[in-house]
């Protein structure tokens, strides 16, 4: 199995920003995209965004224009800008590695995690 590394996790005050990282440790499939999904305390995992090897990139409506995904290829890290952080985006964000051509935006499609950081937002 693949494995994936987060970092970049912390707390800061609304309206600041924070980047993320997603490291590919240990590849041992084909990797067709990597997605962020993000998991608030009581809530289901929910998905945030993707890049594909072709490096397309989306991200999901409400972080449009605040949140954008990167990746250096030399450094095997994904990476998750967010800008404009509010107090919703309060939650363990993942990373996760997934082959074939099925939804990005599933989390039951993706074969590796990382472990999670944390990200807190306050008022």
């Known amino acids: 199995q693949a494995q994936l590394a987060e970092s970049g996790g912390g707390r800061v005050q609304a309206g600041g920003s924070l980047r993320l990282s997603c490291m590919i440790l240990?590849?041992?499939?084909?990797?067709?995209?990597m997605g962020w999904f993000r998991q608030a305390s009581g809530k289901e995992r929910e998905f945030v965004g993707r890049?594909?090897?072709?490096?397309?990139?989306y991200v999901v409506e409400s972080v449009t224009g605040r949140f954008t995904i990167a990746r250096d290829n030399a450094k095997n890290t994904m990476y998750l800008q967010m800008n404009d952080l509010q107090p919703e985006a309060t939650s363990v964000y993942y990373c996760?590695?997934?082959?074939?051509?099925?939804?990005?935006?599933?989390?039951?499609?993706?074969?590796?995690w990382g472990q999670g950081t944390q990200v807190t937002v306050s008022s």
């Open positions: 240990r590849r041992t499939f084909d990797i067709s995209a």
């Open positions: 996760g590695a997934k082959r074939g051509v099925s939804s990005s935006a599933t989390p039951e499609n993706y074969e590796a």
């Open positions: 890049i594909t090897t072709s490096g397309h990139t």
